[in-house]
């Protein structure tokens, strides 16, 4: 069964996000044809949209899944609701979780449900310098390195975390 190598983009500002994205983790790695290979260091953040909320918890985890795109993200949004996820009209309000496939292979998909690569990483500090940590060589959907990509946003606000709950 062919496998592919997924990035997934961990987000957390509610709640316990350190032990949330940690438990998060934990309930990727149990989905059915999947394992998680490696996964970033720990990064707070300001939030995007509404300043009037907690910094977000940011990381990335590369995932190997022999699953179909739409099954992986029915998969994860599962996780989502069951560590309290619950969606709402307002984008980019605070959530306990929020888990993004940013790529999955080599693969493009533009569905209602996913866009991949997903479509607002080029201007997320708090997704490329995790995904940079994970995978420095990495060349992205348009033949750039990501290097490339870090070097063009600003990493102002952004903070690698120190702590023992790192997986």
């Known amino acids: 069964m062919h496998k592919e190598h997924v990035y997934i983009g961990l987000g957390s500002n ?26 970033s260091s720990l990064y707070a953040s300001a939030p995007m949209g509404p300043q009037n909320q907690p910094d977000f918890i940011n990381s990335v985890a590369l995932l190997e899944t022999s699953l179909a795109p739409l099954a992986l993200l029915q998969a994860l949004q599962e ?6 996820r619950v969606r709402k009209k307002e984008r980019w ?6 888990l993004d496939i940013l790529l999955f292979g080599d693969q493009t998909l533009a569905t209602p449900e996913l ?17 940079f940590e994970i995978a420095p060589g990495m060349i992205m959907p348009d033949g750039k390195p990501l290097a ?5 946003v600003s990493l102002d606000g952004l ?4 702590s023992s709950n790192q997986t």
């Open 93 to 98: 309000g605070p959530r306990t979780l929020d």
């Open 79 to 84: 996780i989502e609701q069951t560590h309290g």
């Open 115 to 131: 866009t991949v690569p997903h479509y607002g990483m080029a201007e997320r500090e708090f997704v490329l310098v995790p995904l």
């Open 148 to 152: 490339a990509w870090v070097a063009k």
């Open 159 to 162: 903070r690698r975390l120190r």
């Open 14 to 39: 509610q709640g316990e996000s350190q032990a949330l994205l940690k438990s998060a983790l934990g309930a990727i790695d149990g989905i059915s044809e999947t394992r998680v290979l490696s996964t």
